[in-house]
């Protein structure tokens, strides 16, 4: 059973900082590629981060500078390292694991950013 958790958010600060995880199982993990996408109500899911096995990590031009992505393929871990957190970065954050004939959503974790 293919499984993705994500932990970490919570409320923040602007200009805080974050650190989102994602635990995967029931996949090769190393063989997907790992990316970090956000949603806010109403609006279109939007991608944040991704990253393949011994890739170069791609970034939305809207966290560039600000956010890393990091993958963990022994713990089969994804992570997001969010710094100089903005109020427009309130969202649902969901781990997404795909490749070829296969995408793997998590049920997302709420990181709200409020003073």
């Known amino acids: 059973q293919v499984t993705l958790v994500e932990s970490g958010g919570g409320l923040v600060q602007p200009g805080g900082s974050l650190r989102l995880s994602c635990a995967a199982s029931g996949f090769p993990f190393n063989a997907y590629v790992m990316d970090w996408y956000r949603q806010v109500p109403g609006k279109q899911r939007e991608l944040v981060a991704s990253l393949m096995t011994g890739g170069t990590p791609n970034y939305g031009d809207s966290v560039k500078g600000r956010f890393i992505i990091s993958r963990d393929n022994a713990k089969a871990m994804v992570y997001l390292q969010m710094s100089s957190l903005k109020s427009e970065d309130t969202a649902v954050y969901f781990c997404?694991?795909?490749?070829?004939?296969?995408?793997?959503w998590g049920q997302g974790t709420q990181v709200t950013v409020s003073s």
């Open positions: 997404n694991a795909w490749r070829i004939h296969n995408n793997y």
